[in-house]
């Protein structure tokens, strides 16, 4: 299994930004999609965006225009920059890398962070 680090969690108030960072250290032959999931207290985990093939971002309605995907392909790393935080953004974000990591793997291996909080609070 690969393991994959989430940081940049914090508490910000509302209005304010964060920017979280995730990533790998190990060598990946294709990546896949990253994709960023939140979990809020008492409600199940949801999917907030991904980035398929490194160009196509897809995004959650409720973060659409407030959050921004993107990677460093050299590194292995993907961010999530939130802007215009509400309350509501309030969770612990989850990272998950699909990829395949070596050539001759015949199934793409699923990996998650260990979850980083963000708390949107006054």
């Known amino acids: 299994q690969v393991e994959v680090v989430e940081s940049g969690g914090g508490l910000v108030q509302p209005g304010g930004s964060l920017r979280l960072s995730c990533g790998t250290a190990?060598?990946?032959?294709?990546?896949?999609?990253w994709g960023w999931y939140r979990q809020a207290p008492g409600r199940e985990r949801e999917l907030v965006a991904t980035?398929?093939?490194?160009?196509?971002?897809n995004y959650a309605d409720s973060v659409r225009g407030r959050f921004t995907v993107s990677r460093d392909a050299t590194k292995n790393m993907v961010y999530l920059q939130m802007n215009s935080l509400i309350p509501e953004d309030t969770a612990v974000y989850y990272c998950?890398?699909?990829?395949?990591?070596?050539?001759?793997?015949?199934?793409?291996?699923?990996?998650w962070g260990q979850g980083t909080l963000v708390t949107v609070s006054s």
């Open positions: 998950n890398l699909r990829a395949y990591k070596n050539y001759y793997d015949l199934g793409a291996l699923d990996a």
């Open positions: 190990e060598d990946i032959f294709r990546i896949i999609a």
């Open positions: 980035l398929t093939g490194g160009v196509n971002a």
